[in-house]
């Protein structure tokens, strides 16, 4: 990668990541704000969370983002792996949500490196844009990898649980089935039982004669 936009990162650290903090909780008040409006997410019981967890997180993922600059992927690769854990409002660990992530620090990077008072020359900035899009682009590709590889666990965990729920449900038709076959079974039995005694009888003698012959 590039020793020197990990230069420039970690130079412009205390101003690049509260700008892009800033531009991410705009993007989501808007997005809040719109489902709101339509419905989205009505259903959804509000989400406990620490007021700082996007803050820490992104922080991290800058700090991966200074390492991976220099060649180190391991820790950013790590906080993009923790990213969709991020859910501090409903639908934030959808992919467009995350992906956003990559699109407001662009944005606010560029702006910093074209900003009136830069002292980045113009060799350096082209440099500093090229090494830029190649990083995010690894942002961009393995989140959208994590996110895809989670959301297939889910799927196949959600698979499983109707198989097993289909699996329960011929179980119980099965001895719902045996049941009745059993009390259909103890009926015939009744019927041929009472048929044998009836049969059993001396013919024209009734129930009290009967009884009285027996005594």
């Known amino acids: 990668m590039s020793t020197l936009l990990a230069r420039w990162l970690t130079e412009h650290r205390d ?19 719109t489902d709101a409006s339509n419905g ?9 969370h620490h007021p700082d ?15 991976a600059a220099s060649g180190d992927f391991r820790e950013l690769d790590e906080c993009l792996r923790l ?10 660990d959808e992919l467009p ?18 900003a ?3 002292n980045v020359d113009d060799a350096d900035r082209g440099a500093l844009v090229l090494a830029l899009e190649d990083l995010l682009e690894h942002v961009t590709v393995t989140s959208a990898a994590y996110w895809v590889s989670a959301a297939q666990a889910v799927a ?18 099965v001895s719902d089935r045996t049941t009745l076959h059993v009390s259909k079974l103890n009926e015939i039995t009744q019927g041929l039982t009472a048929s044998l005694n009836q049969a059993h009888k001396p ?5 009290q004669s009967q009884q009285d012959l027996t005594h």
């Open 156 to 173: 196949d965990e959600l698979q499983e649980t109707k198989l097993l729920v289909e699996s329960l449900y011929r179980e119980a038709e």
């Open 203 to 207: 013919r024209g003698l009734s129930d």
């Open 15 to 33: 101003l690049l990541l509260p700008r892009w903090i800033a531009a991410l909780e705009r993007k989501l008040a808007v997005v809040t704000h």
């Open 40 to 48: 989205h997410h009505a259903d959804q019981p509000a989400i406990v």
């Open 53 to 67: 967890e996007r803050r820490v997180l992104l922080g991290s993922i800058y700090s991966g983002l200074i390492a």
């Open 83 to 92: 990213l969709r854990a991020l859910r501090t409002t409903p639908g934030e």
């Open 97 to 114: 949500h995350q992906l956003a992530l990559v699109c407001e620090l662009r944005r606010a990077a560029i702006e910093l490196l074209y």
């Open 116 to 118: 009136p008072d830069s």
